[in-house]
């Protein structure tokens, strides 16, 4: 971990290393990147679940559904929170999954 476990107290990483060696990891630094990478996979399941949940509820794509709303000149507020919510989802799914092919390359 090079410099960054120079912020790491001593008696933890005395402690902490041999696990990690027990745990199959050759460093500080695999572990904390392994665990991370699981972090953001929850969080990505989670998003995937959101949109999947949207796309099932109206049958078709976010941007299909955008088109869907443009073309209607009533408002429907259930529709359009359901769009906010829906876009915020796979817009940050997106970014999820960028950091994750980051992370991947570190």
Known sequence: MG???GNLDAAFLRKVRPVLREMGFAGEKEALKEQVLLLLLSKISRYEAECAFFEKKYGMS???FVKHLESHEKEDFEKEDDLLDWRFASETLDEL???V???ERA
């Open 3 to 5: 410099k960054e476990a």
């Open 62 to 64: 976010l941007e299909e």
């Open 97 to 99: 999954k960028q950091r």
């Open 101 to 103: 092919q980051e992370i």
